[in-house]
């Protein structure tokens, strides 16, 4: 990363911020989100804000493979280490949501083609989590800035990503339970459907709604 440089930050987060970095002797290029430090000499790396969710996303991500899923890669994370890391692969095509800014994307625009390519991934990542996946996984945080964009072998592939806020679910097995009741609402508006923003009713069902929402982008 060139000691974390400017040159080498893709984005900065609320907990922290993402770096483009590459991995030593192999050269593989990978993205490393970085817990930013707390301003307490004393504050264990635990303590920090956004360490829960850290921890979260290296539990899922180090459990659940799939082929629209980022890949988490390795993880620094614990009281003994000075600073919290998660490494990622790297996706070059960037976020969604970027992509499809005219302003913010120098890249041409998606055809549809591409986007029914995105979509389809999309969809098959949150079939994943949601079906096959042992237990069943929420996201919560579905929107276009959590789809990220790449190849794979010469074709563009989406994959979600950003799996700090995910619930896991292991309650929706059972075909009586229809939803959670969540204590806090998380995740981004508008992608938030009515019945979780106004009674935290929380389900499969919520990702569902924010992924109606990204195919309207």
Request: hydrophobic share 35%; charged share 20%; with cysteine.
């Amino acid at each position: 990363t060139s000691g974390f440089s400017d040159d080498a930050k893709l984005d900065e987060g609320a907990f922290g911020a993402v770096y483009r970095g590459k991995l030593r002797p192999c050269g593989t290029v990978v993205a490393i989100k970085v817990l930013t430090k707390k301003d307490d000499p004393n504050a264990k790396p635990s303590d920090y804000s956004g360490a829960g969710s850290f921890a979260l996303e290296a539990k899922v991500l180090g459990q659940y493979r799939h082929a629209n899923i980022v890949g988490l890669v390795g993880q620094c994370l614990g009281d003994t280490q000075p600073q919290q890391y998660l490494v990622y692969e790297f996706m070059p095509g960037g976020s969604l949501r970027d992509r499809l800014d005219p302003e913010g994307s120098t890249a041409p625009p998606l055809t549809w083609q591409q986007r029914h390519v995105i979509a389809s991934d999309a969809a098959r990542g949150l079939e994943y989590l949601h079906v096959d996946a042992d237990p069943p996984i929420i996201h919560q945080d579905v929107k276009s800035d959590n789809i990220l964009l790449g190849e794979y072998q010469g074709q563009l592939v989406a994959k979600i990503a950003d799996f700090g806020a995910v619930r896991i679910a292991p309650s929706l097995l059972i075909t009586n339970v229809s939803h959670f009741s969540a204590r806090e609402v998380i995740g981004t508006k508008p992608y938030q459907p009515p019945e979780y923003a106004m009674s935290g009713h929380v389900s499969e069902k919520t990702d569902t709604f924010a992924f109606g929402l990204v195919l309207l982008e």
